[in-house]
């Protein structure tokens, strides 16, 4: 009798970062939650219905 092991499952780590909007001062959009910046940025740009201009100016900051 043989017992199948699965192999491990990674967790995917889901962290939590803050957008802002640069201008002359930086505007806090809200938080997103994304396992990486590339995945928080496309939620962000989603999420607050960001135009081109408007994402070239996002600002991201993982919270700790």
Same mark, same amino acid.
């Given at each position: 009798?043989?017992?199948?092991?699965?192999?491990?499952?990674?967790?995917?780590?889901?962290?939590?970062? =803050? !957008?802002?909007? *640069?201008? #002359? =001062? !930086?505007?806090? *959009?809200? #938080?997103?939650?994304?396992?990486?910046?590339?995945?928080?940025?496309?939620?962000?740009?989603?999420?607050?219905?960001?135009?081109?201009?408007?994402?070239?100016?996002?600002?991201?900051q993982?919270?700790?």
């Amino acid at each position: 009798m043989s017992v199948s092991m699965k192999p491990p499952i990674e967790k995917i780590t889901v962290r939590t970062w =803050r !957008a802002s909007l *640069l201008k #002359r =001062r !930086a505007e806090y *959009l809200g #938080r997103v939650r994304a396992p990486n910046s590339t995945a928080a940025e496309a939620a962000a740009i989603k999420e607050f219905c960001l135009n081109d201009a408007q994402r070239g100016r996002l600002l991201l900051q993982e919270d700790l």
